[in-house]
């Protein structure tokens, strides 16, 4: 299915689609290496006008309605609630105009900031699954999270 984000701007940042403009984009290309995210989002602070991380949807299953977010942000720019801001706004955008109505995320057992991000933006923890962070990753435990359209949680139901 052919799919072309569009740009989505929240209080203090771009969440800028990949192909807009020609910019360098260093920061992005390290973290893309280091972790394995998708590009369809670079995040660019307004206050700093570059490129800090990214962020996207790493799995789209169009006939589920469900897909799996994904992110990263250099280590100079945590801390500063920026990916909590940035994942809200592009999950506002799968619910709203990709058609979702669940979106879900990995998160290595270790990774409490993450898990925190996951939280905040009121996803829920499900269990524990079996993966790869990418392709050459080794196989490890990861917790997942899920959130449904409007907020709603599977175990709700
Ligand atoms: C994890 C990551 C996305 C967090 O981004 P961020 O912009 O710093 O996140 P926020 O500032 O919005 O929120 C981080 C939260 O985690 C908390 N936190 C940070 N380090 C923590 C730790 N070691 N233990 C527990 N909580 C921690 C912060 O206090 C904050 O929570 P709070 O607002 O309740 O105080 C970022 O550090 C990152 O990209 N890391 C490397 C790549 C990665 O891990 N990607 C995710 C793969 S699933």
């Given at each position: 299915m052919a799919w072309m984000p569009r740009r989505l701007e929240t209080p203090r940042l771009i969440l800028q689609p990949t192909g807009e403009g020609e910019r360098s984009d260093p920061a992005g290309d390290a973290l893309r290496e280091r972790v394995?995210?998708?590009?369809q989002w670079r995040i660019v602070p307004k206050a700093l006008d570059r490129v800090v991380g990214l962020v996207g949807f790493?799995?789209?299953?169009p006939d589920r309605r469900c897909a799996e977010i994904g992110f990263g942000l250099v280590q100079a720019a945590s801390g500063q609630g920026l990916m909590t801001e940035a994942c809200r706004a592009v999950i506002d955008y799968g619910f709203?105009?990709?058609?979702?109505s669940r979106i879900e995320a990995r998160c290595q057992l270790a990774n409490l900031a993450s898990a925190r991000v996951l939280e905040k933006i009121g996803m829920r923890r499900e269990g524990t699954v079996r993966g790869r962070?990418?392709?050459k990753a080794p196989e490890e435990d990861f917790r997942l999270y899920a959130i449904e359209r409007g907020g709603r949680h599977a175990a709700d139901r």
């Amino acid at each position: 299915m052919a799919w072309m984000p569009r740009r989505l701007e929240t209080p203090r940042l771009i969440l800028q689609p990949t192909g807009e403009g020609e910019r360098s984009d260093p920061a992005g290309d390290a973290l893309r290496e280091r972790v394995g995210l998708p590009n369809q989002w670079r995040i660019v602070p307004k206050a700093l006008d570059r490129v800090v991380g990214l962020v996207g949807f790493i799995r789209w299953e169009p006939d589920r309605r469900c897909a799996e977010i994904g992110f990263g942000l250099v280590q100079a720019a945590s801390g500063q609630g920026l990916m909590t801001e940035a994942c809200r706004a592009v999950i506002d955008y799968g619910f709203a105009e990709m058609g979702l109505s669940r979106i879900e995320a990995r998160c290595q057992l270790a990774n409490l900031a993450s898990a925190r991000v996951l939280e905040k933006i009121g996803m829920r923890r499900e269990g524990t699954v079996r993966g790869r962070v990418h392709s050459k990753a080794p196989e490890e435990d990861f917790r997942l999270y899920a959130i449904e359209r409007g907020g709603r949680h599977a175990a709700d139901r």
